[in-house]
């Protein structure tokens, strides 16, 4: 949560920034009281900046909540390491897609959160909560593991100091999930099984640039027994595509 925004020194831009970031994963929708809350503003000030702010498309309405606006997506889109990755990807995504017919996601570490880049959705009727542009969090999803097992370590740490329960089969013991994350930092390959959603399985591997992860792939489908090696070797493929493209540029 923000300081004392309220003080007279504050400027409009540390103000403006507060209203942006009392939204979060958990935090999508708020009323014009709970940003001014959650902004640690007063209730005037909140309201006005809300209201500039949808006039300039950074915020939309929905009926009395403010929600995050499509400008800002668009902005954050043009962010250099992003922008590269989604369109050095989406044809290996495409072709990932092609082979397993099942839901693709490109993602990135946003602090302690999934970062959801792309998104091709799959043939089979599964339950997936992500969205291009969403995040979620990093200790109940395919490529959150991936990318929660490369994280620093105090980021590491932070997370497993607060696993929250999604489903009845979200990893909530920080010594089950650990050794989990190290066998991912081994083999290069993470599962969640109904940990996100019930009814939704997932696998993801890194994608490396330079010797470093920099982002996960993943897919998203009902059941991972049957094809799982499958599905490996297809993400393995197009990973190392997309890590051999993101190299020579």
Not at 149 to 172: G, M, S
Request: hydrophobic content about 45%; proline content about 5%.
């Amino acid at each position: 949560m923000p300081g004392n925004l309220s003080r007279p020194g504050a400027s409009v831009a540390s103000r403006v920034f507060a209203v942006l970031g009392a939204f979060d994963a958990e935090h999508r929708a708020l009323t014009a009281s709970e940003l001014a809350r959650r902004a640690a503003l007063p209730l005037a000030t909140a309201h006005r900046l809300a209201a500039e702010l949808v006039a300039l498309g950074g915020l939309e309405r929905q009926d009395d909540r403010y929600v995050v606006g499509r400008r800002l997506w668009a902005l954050g889109l043009l962010a250099p390491v992003q922008a590269e990755l989604r369109q050095i990807a989406a044809p290996f995504l495409q072709d990932l897609y092609a082979a397993t017919r099942a839901t693709v996601h490109l993602a990135e570490r946003a602090g302690h959160e999934v970062l959801y880049l792309d998104r091709l959705s799959g043939r089979a009727t599964v339950p997936v909560v992500s969205r291009v542009g969403g995040r979620l969090p990093m200790h109940a999803t395919g490529v959150g593991k991936v990318l929660l097992a490369h994280a620093p370590a105090e980021v590491r740490n932070a997370v497993l100091a607060d696993l929250r329960r999604i489903t009845p089969y979200t990893v909530t013991q920080p010594g089950r999930l650990r050794a989990e994350l190290e066998r991912v930092r081994r083999n290069g390959i993470a599962q969640t099984i109904e940990e996100m959603s019930l009814g939704a399985c997932s696998v993801a591997v890194p994608i490396g640039r330079h010797g470093e992860v920099i982002a996960a792939l993943g897919l998203v489908v009902p059941d991972l027994r049957r094809h799982r090696p499958r599905l490996i070797a297809a993400l393995q493929v197009a990973a190392a595509g997309i890590g051999r493209s993101l190299s020579t540029e």
